[in-house]
């Protein structure tokens, strides 16, 4: 193998400290690596690792985007093709091979690695990237590592944080001695930055003000924000007043110097319409901008634009409209100029309803910070902020870790599979809270992973197991065991249908302020799939369309195709690439016992094995009525489709799906999300009375009325069967023996 020649930039902090870190490596089993985003962390440590000899080194990412386009830059930053002694790993695709000695992955595919490899000795090194954001991948990993460390004292550990907190993971990893693990700081220069407040609403009214004005998004601050959600629902909460203040913002701009502007943007939706109001805006302008927008699902010749040089002539200046993925990770280079809406989408799992939200909320004070600071890298720059100093001095002052606000029910299913009985003893950096360990241990029982015997340590039972293998979310996991078992054609079925619910939607609307015969044909589009029982058996319809098409179209034409029927192409193959992985996984056994159907299978048996996924996720439909608020005068009243659901819960289906005009008796629902109100998504109808095999022992059965019975000659009461307090058989007949 020949070596590459390794030179560092010399205007990176990180090549300046060079010495320094390697002998910190060399000396320590674990370093951590602090300092500002754009200091070189990440593309230069694996050149100093490299040169220290170490063979195999494992460097992870929060993010897919990020994986890759840092795989990228360093195998070109070494002058090596990517799949060579630089390659990555990620959930789809791998470019690997036996001459690589760097690889960039996910911090998910190292996790999901342990299981074939308990002490990880395919590698020598392993860094962990941007571990300030605590993901819940991280966290886990940061526990895992520090159990085994004394067992592989050859290995190297490196952590790499932003400027944030890096005591903690000192602290965390303290050797022997009692030393905490040294910290290597490589600040470099940075310029200074302007930061100027300008409120979405009138300047100078307050948050609390403006928040009950009901202009704008009023955003209060801090813990309260998390009340003022900006919703996935149709009604959403005025995005124009956002998009109408980055493009003041962007005016505001013009009088200043050239440099290109960072704008940081909850998500692809938020995105989008902000990329369509700014071409817009500077559309007849004299010099035009170049919009670029950066999000994890855009294709990878779209990402790369905004690391490229531009083809645009006479340019003003390039506006990089990103999520919080241009926070730390990837450094979007000339940025001069930063404006801030404040806001990033944060999961948030309620351990009380078992309800994961993905709201959108106000960043914490570090998260600001860190988006200003992306202004004062070359030289001194500016960052609007699209919220009130007010409002920034009241945010939380750094994110809460992500072990206390997701659901903890794939970790606790992980650390059962390899053995880690007892949580409470686990080397968490954050530990989690015992509500989440407890709602955790509760989905895994629903879904029959785990098995409580009183008094006795939980235990994994066959089907747990098998759902441990399984990256992915626990309940679509069971999906296909139940499917797998229940025969070839209904895994052949189910399959599709996990993906799809894997991904992102691919069937794409419009944007409120599209024209009208826009919206309405992309409806007519969709409507051609819908099965009036089941969204389910829509995603079934529209899978079976766009195989078709794709195996009768070439790939432009397929790419086509899809724009015109208002499918988003890059999901689309996100979808047959989750398929297809998904196929690898999971097999029906051969001999099934049940002969498989010709053609198409039995839909109940499709929803039998979703059901088995979705046990507390169903609901008996319960109209209530309510005053319309158009004629409360006159005392009219209107009925509401609402649903009883598990643990007291209500909920509406949600108004996209194909179910949302006829209102069935009982269904399921693969979501359900809080919003403003609690909606199901994804629903079909169902027979509750399914529910009851699927429960075993969580099915709980009341005995009414027992009388004697002439006619049957025997004693005969009646059963009320509940699921989690849904009522899935309300009345049967049971008789007792005869005398
Ligand atoms: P850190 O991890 O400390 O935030 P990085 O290693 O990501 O820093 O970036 C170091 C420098 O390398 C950045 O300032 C940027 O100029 C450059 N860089 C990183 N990735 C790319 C890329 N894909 N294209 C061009 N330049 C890049
Ligand atoms: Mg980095």
């Known amino acids: 193998m020949s070596s590459p020649v390794i030179v560092y930039p010399p205007e990176l902090p990180v090549s300046a400290a060079r010495d320094e870190i390697a002998a910190a490596i060399r000396d320590h089993q674990v370093v951590i690596v602090a300092g500002a985003t754009g200091s070189g962390k990440t593309t230069q440590l694996p050149k100093i690792c490299l040169e220290l000899g170490r063979e195999r080194i494992a460097h992870t990412q929060p993010r897919r985007l990020a994986a890759r386009t840092i795989a990228e830059r360093v195998a070109e930053e070494l002058h090596v093709e990517l799949g060579d002694l630089v390659g990555y790993k990620v959930r789809f695709t791998d470019q690997v091979s036996d001459a690589t000695r760097i690889a960039l992955m996910t911090d998910g595919i190292l996790l999901n690695e342990i299981h074939r490899d308990r002490l990880l000795r395919r590698y020598d090194t392993i860094i962990i990237d941007e571990a300030h954001e605590r993901s819940l991948n991280v966290d886990f990993l940061l526990g895992y590592l520090h159990r085994i460390l004394p067992e592989r004292p050859d290995l190297k550990l490196i952590i790499t944080s932003a400027t944030i907190d890096p005591e903690s993971f000192a602290a965390h990893f303290t050797s022997r001695n009692g030393e905490p693990a040294p910290i290597v700081e490589v600040s470099g220069r940075t310029y200074p930055v302007e930061i100027r407040y300008r409120p979405l609403s009138d300047a100078d009214a307050t948050p609390e003000e403006s928040a009950a004005g009901g202009r704008g998004r009023g955003r209060p601050a801090g813990r309260d924000s998390v009340k003022s959600l900006r919703s996935s629902e149709p009604a959403a909460t ?33 995105i989008r319409d902000a990329a369509e109001a700014v071409r817009g805006a500077y559309r007849s302008s004299t010099s035009p901008v170049e919009v670029l927008p950066l999000y994890g699902r855009l294709s990878a010749a779209e990402q790369h634009r905004v690391f490229e040089k531009s083809k645009v002539a006479g340019l003003r200046r390039r506006v990089v409209l990103a999520t919080n993925v241009a926070e730390t990770s990837l450094t979007v280079p000339g940025i001069k100029y930063v404006i801030d809406a404040g806001t990033a989408r944060i999961s948030r799992y309620s351990a009380r309803s078992k309800v994961q939200r993905l709201p959108i909320e106000a960043v914490s004070q570090a998260s600001a910070n860190q988006r200003s600071g992306r202004a004062g890298r070359q030289s001194s720059g500016i960052a609007i902020r699209l919220y009130s100093e007010d409002d920034f001095e009241k945010r939380p002052e750094f994110t809460e870790p992500e072990i206390l606000r997701t659901s903890l029910a794939s970790v606790v299913l992980q650390m059962l599979s390899l053995g880690f009985g007892d949580i409470t003893e686990f080397p968490f950096l954050t530990p989690p809270d015992s509500r989440g360990v407890k709602a955790a241990f ?67 609307r419009p944007s409120a302020d599209a024209p009208q015969s826009v919206r309405d044909e992309a409806d007519r589009m969709h409507a051609r799939f819908v099965d009036p029982t089941s969204d389910f058996l829509t995603l079934v319809n529209l899978w079976n369309h766009l195989r078709e098409q794709q195996k009768e179209l070439g790939s432009s034409a397929f790419r086509r195709m899809c724009r015109s029927e208002h499918l988003n192409y890059v999901r689309v193959r996100e979808w047959f690439d989750v398929h297809r992985q998904l196929k690898t996984l999971v097999k029906a056994p051969k001999h099934s016992g049940r002969p498989a159907t010709e053609g ?140």
């Not at 008094?455 to 399984?470: A, D, F, H, K």
């Open 238 to 270: 005025e995005p124009e007043d956002e998009v109408g203040a980055i493009v003041a913002a962007l005016r505001e701009l013009d009088r200043e110097a050239p440099g290109d502007v960072l704008v940081f943007l909850p998500g692809e939706a938020e």
């Open 442 to 508: 509760d989905l895994l029982t629903e879904i029959g992973a785990v098995d409580l015997p009183r008094g006795s340590q939980p235990r994994l039972t066959r089907v747990g197991r098998e759902i441990s293998r399984m990256p992915m979310d626990p309940r679509f996991a069971r999906m296909l065991v139940e499917a797998a078992r229940a025969g070839s054609d209904v895994l052949t079925a189910v399959t599709p249908i996990v993906a799809g619910l894997s991904i992102q939607d691919v069937r794409e």
């Open 600 to 739: 198409a299978p039995d839909p109940d048996a499709v929803h039998r094995a979703i059901l088995a996924g979705l046990l507390s996720q169903i609901g008996i439909l319960d109209e209530r009525t309510a005053s319309t608020s158009k004629n409360k005068a006159k005392g009219e009243k209107r009925r509401i489709a609402e649903y009883r659901g598990a643990r007291g819960i209500r909920f509406s289906i949600f108004p996209g799906s194909g179910l949302r005009r006829k209102s069935p008796q009982a269904v399921m629902a693969a979501e359900i999300v809080e919003t403003s109100r609690t909606y199901a998504r994804t629903v079909a109808a169902i027979d509750p009375a399914w529910a009851e095999a699927l429960a075993g022992d969580l099915a709980k059965r009341q005995v009414t009325e027992p009388h004697w019975s002439k006619d049957a000659g025997a004693a005969v009461a009646y059963e009320k069967v509940t699921l989690f307090g849904v009522e899935i058989i309300p009345k049967r007949r049971v008789q007792f023996a005869r005398i």
